[in-house]
């Protein structure tokens, strides 16, 4: 997004532009933000949200985690793997779908990490298995091996969020188009890679 910035200023040039780009769950009303594009679950019921489609997911490990720990091949193999623990999950979990529901698998966990780059590359080092959309993981080829494919958690919505309920200002209907026009084709691909 950030090097196709300069086209959406030659649009509107009279914007000015402020950007947080975190994986911290912001409060969107209380810190001032217009927008926010938010991958995963939309929490902030008084947002007013453009769901623009969801990323496929799929647990992978760096080879030289699956050389020291071996390949589970099934659920009962992934209680003695480690996970790789992101913070914004209670504790850590392996998310796998029976065919009917989506479950959560206790794991243990050597390493949390409060930021996706460091949860990608934590992995990448041999700290434990991620579940990750699957453009992620085709981003590292060589780097993370796909693992249980059948046991996958469940997509992650992408979901332009604003906080200005049915009258947004110009300004952030100009961004919100832009910002929909320029990522509606990159999560209908995401969609086709299912």
Request: with cysteine.
């Amino acid at each position: 997004m950030i090097p196709r910035l300069p086209e959406l200023l030659a649009r509107h040039p009279q914007l000015q532009l402020e950007i947080c780009a975190s994986d911290r769950i912001v409060a969107a009303l209380r810190e001032g933000f217009d927008l926010v594009l938010r991958v995963g679950p939309v929490l902030e019921p008084e947002l007013v949200g453009h769901r623009l489609g969801e990323a496929p997911m799929m647990n992978c490990a760096s080879p030289s985690y699956l050389r020291q720990h071996g390949t589970p091949r099934t659920l009962e193999d992934l209680r003695d793997h480690l996970v790789v623990h992101y913070a914004t999950d209670s504790a850590p979990v392996f998310e796998y779908f029976d065919g009917k529901t989506y479950n959560e698998l206790p794991m243990r966990s050597a390493v949390t990490v409060d930021n996706f780059d460091a949860y990608e590359a934590a992995c990448i080092a041999g700290l434990g298995i991620v579940q990750v959309p699957r453009p992620g993981q085709e981003r590292h080829a060589n780097k993370l091996v796909e693992i249980l494919p059948e046991l996958t958690a469940r997509p992650v919505p992408i979901t332009l969020l604003h906080t200005h309920g049915r009258s947004a200002p110009r300004r952030v209907r100009a961004v919100m188009t832009w910002l929909t026009e320029l990522l509606s084709p990159l999560v209908r691909e995401l969609v086709k890679s299912r």
